[in-house]
């Protein structure tokens, strides 16, 4: 059974870093079928894509947090990052990887069970 697990999250003052982690295990290829992908949720809003990369390597960025944040993928630790700098107070959330199957609007999808990262002015 695939299980991913995120860490990292915390709390920091707008304009600092954080580098988030996501393990995976049971299956150590599935990011070689799936794409790897990092949303966030804030309370009272929907679940949003905040980046995913391709089998390819190709990643894409929601406009937010382009040139802030960095989507990487390390096949040999079996672990997916996301670095986030300049952070701002509209970054807090709840941030899932996910191994995502099929496409952006399906249900197959592997998820992790979420990281908090809290920025405070």
């Known amino acids: 059974q695939v299980q991913l697990v995120e860490s990292g999250g915390g709390s920091v003052q707008a304009g600092g870093s954080l580098k988030l982690s996501c393990i995976v295990s049971g299956h150590i290829f599935i990011f070689s079928r799936c794409r790897a992908a990092w949303y966030r949720q804030a309370p009272g809003n929907d679940r949003e894509l905040v980046s995913i990369?391709?089998?390819?390597?190709?990643?894409t960025y929601t406009d937010s947090v382009k040139g802030r944040f960095t989507i990487s993928l390390n096949n040999a630790k079996n672990t997916l990052y996301l670095q986030m700098n300049s952070l701002k107070t509209e970054d807090t959330a709840v941030y899932y990887c996910?191994?995502?199957?099929?496409?952006?609007?399906?249900?197959?999808?592997?998820w992790g069970q979420g990281t908090q990262v809290t920025v405070s002015s």
């Open positions: 990369m391709s089998n390819d390597g190709t990643t």
């Open positions: 996910a191994a995502v199957c099929g496409t952006l609007w399906d249900n197959n999808k592997y």
